[in-house]
Structures are given as structure tokens and as C-alpha cells.
């Protein structure tokens, strides 16, 4: 299971796509984790608002491009940034009432997880076929 330090490492190796925008995202996303994970307190608070915020325009972007090219796969994919941005919403709510250590965890563990494993799969199908697209 990756870390947040192993999702920087290998991500020229691991999560560049080919489609720079998208590219561009990710990099500001583990960039924006790490950073929330350094940080406490109000801090804490200001970071997972930013990453929050950042997720919803990261989703909406590829959402957008999906729908651009009637991509077959385009369903199953936004299901799963769904349940990512209800988790987020869930979390926001606990870090406010200031629990942050549940947060934490998430972040920690099951997100990176979860981004090795969607930006690898899903991200990659949709961004073949941006490029096939293009290309044609
Ligand atoms: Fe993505
Ligand atoms: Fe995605």
C-alpha cells in the first residue's frame, strides 16, 4: 500500500498520463496530500478544505473531458469520484467538530491507495482515449 512519499517518488514512473492538464492536476493533488498531512490544527483545517476543493475540480475536469468524447467507461468513473468526494464530505464534517485524527488516517493510507490504483486504471482508459481522439 503506497504512502504519500512513495506517490511522489514514483510519479513520473507511475502517474503521468500523456495528457498535460490532467498531468498537471495529479501533481498539484499529491502535492496539496502531502502538504495537508504535515500540517495541524487550524492549519489542519485549511489544508483538507483546499484538497477538498481541489478534488471537486479535479473530477470535474476529467468528468468534463469524458463527456467531450462519450467515453464508454464514463459512468463506472465518475461513481468512483463520487464516493471519493462523499468521503471527503463526511470527513470535512468530523474535522470541523474537531476530530482530526479520523481524517488523518484516511489520508494517510486509504487515498494514496486509492489514487495509485484509480490514476493507474480509470484515468489512464480515459486519458487513452482523450489521445485517441485527438489523434484521429
Ligand atoms: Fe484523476
Ligand atoms: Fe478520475
Same mark, same amino acid.
Given at each position: 500500500?503506497?504512502?504519500?512519499? &512513495? %506517490?511522489?517518488?514514483?510519479? $513520473?514512473?507511475?502517474?503521468?498520463?500523456?495528457? =498535460?492538464?490532467?498531468? !498537471?492536476?495529479? @501533481?498539484?493533488?499529491?502535492?496539496?496530500?502531502?502538504?495537508?498531512?504535515?500540517?495541524?490544527?487550524?492549519?489542519?483545517?485549511?489544508?483538507?478544505?483546499?484538497?477538498?476543493?481541489?478534488? &471537486? %475540480?479535479?473530477?470535474?475536469? $476529467?468528468?468534463?473531458?469524458?463527456?467531450?468524447? =462519450?467515453?464508454?467507461? !464514463?459512468?463506472? @468513473?465518475?461513481?468512483?469520484?463520487?464516493?471519493?468526494?462523499?468521503?471527503?464530505?463526511?470527513?470535512?464534517?468530523?474535522?470541523?467538530?474537531?476530530?482530526?485524527?479520523?481524517?488523518?488516517?484516511? %489520508?494517510?493510507?486509504?487515498?494514496?491507495?486509492?489514487?495509485?490504483?484509480?490514476?493507474?486504471?480509470?484515468?489512464?482508459?480515459?486519458?487513452?482515449?482523450?489521445?485517441?481522439?485527438?489523434?484521429?
Amino acid at each position: 500500500m503506497p504512502g504519500v512519499q &512513495q %506517490l511522489r517518488d514514483k510519479f $513520473e514512473q507511475e502517474y503521468v498520463l500523456g495528457v =498535460s492538464q490532467i498531468d !498537471q492536476i495529479h @501533481h498539484e493533488f499529491v502535492d496539496l496530500l502531502a502538504e495537508t498531512l504535515n500540517s495541524a490544527g487550524d492549519d489542519f483545517k485549511r489544508m483538507f478544505q483546499r484538497l477538498w476543493e481541489h478534488t &471537486q %475540480l479535479h473530477f470535474f475536469e $476529467e468528468e468534463a473531458r469524458m463527456a467531450a468524447f =462519450s467515453f464508454a467507461g !464514463q459512468d463506472a @468513473h465518475k461513481a468512483d469520484h463520487d464516493r471519493i468526494l462523499k468521503k471527503m464530505e463526511e470527513l470535512s464534517a468530523l474535522v470541523a467538530a474537531g476530530d482530526h485524527a479520523t481524517a488523518l488516517d484516511w %489520508l494517510a493510507s486509504d487515498l494514496p491507495d486509492w489514487f495509485d490504483k484509480h490514476t493507474r486504471t480509470m484515468d489512464g482508459a480515459a486519458v487513452a482515449r482523450v489521445l485517441q481522439c485527438e489523434a484521429s
